[in-house]
């Protein structure tokens, strides 16, 4: 696409940092390169990854040495920061740009003081702070871990997001409404458009938080939830103890 356009054409290469749906990670470095050579801007969307990946929560285009190579970055202050809002960064010419033509920049509520002060102290502290980064890693590993072993189809993912597939959008619905009123669990159905059909999914996300007995009720409850859905489990391997 980028070849087909003539070069003096303006054009803009937008992408996710964290794809938040399989949770793999975008090739920057190779992305960037491709907006090089063909006279592209970058914007990186670092919603899932500012203050979870990267040397002081930075994100992945940080902790990629790619952040040199992108024109805009996007995050929240929603989620891993917990408040709310969000922000670009980028050169003075491109913010002067989005600040004089965004109509939701112009028409929009600013924040107000209180919100912007607990987004200031969240990011201040993960500046500072490697545990929650560390703990967030363990513990979605330990949550694949054990998913995993008790057969359940996890997607593989080197991120904190832990996708379950489930095929089939109603079976996902049902599968989501059932842990909510059997085990007071709620785990997002993740259903077309938003994932192609066929790869419908419930998306796990867990926290710095879980203890091992939450993870563990999990298990338990989603290994309850297949059987009443009358869903296969894979065959697990038993070991002699
Ligand atoms: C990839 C991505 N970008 C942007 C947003 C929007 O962030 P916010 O909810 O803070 O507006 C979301 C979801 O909330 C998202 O998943």
Same mark, same amino acid.
């Given at each position: 696409?980028?070849?087909?356009?003539?070069?003096?054409?303006?054009?803009?290469?937008?992408?996710?940092?964290?794809?938040?749906? !399989?949770? !793999?990670? $975008?090739?920057? =470095?190779?992305?960037?390169?491709?907006?090089?050579?063909?006279?592209?801007?970058?914007?990186?969307?670092?919603?899932?990854?500012?203050?979870?990946?990267? /040397?002081?929560?930075?994100?992945?285009?940080?902790?990629?040495?790619? *952040?040199?190579?992108?024109?805009?970055?996007?995050?929240?202050?929603?989620?891993?920061?917990?408040?709310?809002?969000?922000?670009?960064?980028? =050169? $003075?010419?491109?913010?002067?740009?989005?600040?004089?033509?965004?109509?939701?920049?112009?028409?929009?509520?600013? *924040?107000?003081?209180?919100?912007?002060?607990?987004?200031?102290?969240?990011?201040?502290?993960?500046?500072?702070?490697?545990?929650?980064?560390?703990?967030?890693?363990?513990?979605?590993?330990?949550?694949?871990?054990?998913? =995993?072993?008790?057969?359940?189809?996890?997607?593989?993912?080197?991120?904190?997001?832990?996708?379950?597939?489930?095929?089939?959008?109603?079976?996902?619905?049902?599968?989501?409404?059932?842990?909510?009123?059997?085990?007071?669990?709620?785990?997002?159905?993740? =259903?077309?458009?938003?994932?192609?059909?066929?790869?419908?999914?419930?998306?796990?996300? /867990?926290?710095?938080?879980? !203890? !091992?007995?939450?993870?563990?009720?999990?298990?338990?409850?989603?290994?309850?939830?297949?059987?009443?859905?009358?869903?296969?489990?894979?065959?697990?391997?038993?070991? $002699?103890?």
């Amino acid at each position: 696409m980028l070849a087909a356009e003539a070069p003096e054409r303006p054009k803009l290469i937008i992408f996710e940092a964290l794809y938040s749906m !399989d949770g !793999d990670i $975008a090739q920057v =470095n190779q992305i960037c390169e491709l907006a090089e050579r063909y006279g592209a801007m970058t914007y990186i969307d670092e919603v899932h990854s500012a203050g979870v990946y990267g /040397p002081r929560g930075a994100g992945i285009a940080a902790r990629e040495g790619a *952040l040199h190579r992108i024109d805009v970055v996007e995050g929240t202050l929603a989620k891993a920061f917990g408040g709310l809002g969000g922000y670009i960064a980028a =050169n $003075a010419n491109i913010i002067d740009a989005v600040r004089s033509y965004a109509p939701g920049f112009i028409f929009t509520t600013a *924040l107000p003081p209180a919100v912007c002060a607990a987004a200031t102290a969240a990011i201040r502290h993960l500046k500072a702070s490697q545990w929650e980064r560390d703990r967030h890693q363990e513990r979605a590993a330990r949550v694949k871990a054990v998913l =995993n072993a008790v057969g359940l189809p996890v997607m593989p993912s080197k991120t904190h997001i832990v996708p379950v597939m489930m095929g089939e959008a109603e079976t996902c619905k049902k599968a989501s409404d059932l842990l909510l009123a059997e085990h007071g669990i709620y785990v997002q159905p993740i =259903n077309y458009p938003t994932v192609p059909r066929g790869t419908e999914r419930l998306r796990i996300t /867990p926290t710095p938080y879980h !203890d !091992d007995a939450l993870i563990d009720a999990l298990a338990e409850a989603l290994v309850d939830v297949w059987g009443r859905l009358g869903l296969p489990l894979r065959r697990q391997v038993l070991t $002699a103890e």
